[in-house]
């Protein structure tokens, strides 16, 4: 039996030069470096419709808390740097000094699911986010259908709690960030752009 082939590990300094140096997203996961996948109109539509709607709930209600888009980083671990759709951070927004440029204390992510992450971000992706000490909420939202899932898990608890919506009439209550969103302002003119 031959000897498997050493993987080449990219320092953090290497990573963020080949990602400035390139036309898309890149994630780093302990010394490897993935493209992210391209997005579609509807993905982009459904991930900017869900931010705002979680933005403009916290600014309502006067919390301190701060939306992220999928320009920023989620730092999972000191080498473990992805990008979500959305996340949400309350309090001051703490990173790692090898990594300024991502945030490691997210309470809330969101997740456009698509036919080629919808498994990795269901299991691999969420998985790893598990590990972030503040994390306690994970929203899946459909782009193929009207579905959105939630798991959530209170503080000093075990087991998450899932509960999903598909009805537009629905409304979401994200207990992470005490706020509530409802369906139709997350599908708001899905039915016009669905391009899938």
Same mark, same amino acid.
């Given at each position: 039996?031959?000897? !498997?082939?050493?993987?080449?590990? /990219?320092?953090? =300094?290497?990573?963020?030069?080949?990602? !400035?140096?390139?036309?898309?997203?890149?994630? /780093?996961?302990?010394?490897?470096?993935?493209?992210?996948?391209?997005?579609t109109?509807?993905?982009? +539509?459904?991930?900017?419709?869900?931010?705002?709607?979680?933005?403009?709930?916290i600014? !309502?209600?006067?919390?301190?808390?701060?939306t992220?888009?999928?320009?920023?980083?989620?730092?999972?671990? %000191?080498?473990k740097?992805?990008?979500?759709?959305? *996340?949400?951070?309350?309090?001051?927004?703490?990173? *790692?000094? =090898?990594?300024?440029?991502?945030?490691?204390?997210?309470?809330?992510?969101?997740?456009v699911?698509?036919?080629?992450?919808? +498994?990795y971000?269901r299991?691999?992706?969420?998985?790893?986010?598990?590990?972030?000490?503040? *994390?306690? =909420? /994970?929203?899946?939202?459909?782009?193929? @259908? &009207?579905?959105?899932?939630? *798991?959530?898990?209170?503080?000093?608890?075990?087991f998450w709690?899932?509960?999903? /919506?598909?009805?537009l %009439?629905d409304? &979401? =209550?994200?207990?992470?960030?005490?706020? @509530?969103?409802?369906?139709?302002?997350?599908y708001?003119?899905?039915e016009n752009?669905?391009?899938?």
């Amino acid at each position: 039996m031959g000897e !498997a082939a050493l993987k080449y590990k /990219y320092s953090i =300094e290497d990573y963020l030069e080949m990602e !400035a140096n390139s036309l898309e997203k890149l994630e /780093y996961h302990n010394g490897e470096i993935f493209a992210m996948a391209d997005g579609t109109l509807n993905h982009s +539509l459904l991930s900017s419709n869900i931010g705002r709607c979680i933005s403009n709930s916290i600014i !309502a209600k006067r919390k301190t808390c701060r939306t992220y888009n999928s320009d920023a980083k989620i730092a999972i671990s %000191e080498e473990k740097f992805v990008y979500s759709d959305s *996340f949400v951070v309350c309090g001051k927004t703490e990173v *790692f000094p =090898e990594m300024p440029q991502a945030a490691k204390n997210p309470i809330l992510i969101v997740e456009v699911l698509s036919d080629s992450t919808a +498994l990795y971000d269901r299991q691999g992706k969420f998985q790893a986010y598990q590990t972030i000490d503040s *994390f306690r =909420e /994970y929203v899946l939202v459909s782009q193929n @259908e &009207i579905l959105v899932e939630v *798991f959530f898990k209170p503080e000093n608890a075990v087991f998450w709690q899932y509960r999903s /919506y598909n009805k537009l %009439e629905d409304v &979401i =209550e994200l207990k992470s960030v005490d706020v @509530e969103i409802s369906l139709n302002d997350i599908y708001l003119d899905w039915e016009n752009a669905n391009l899938s």
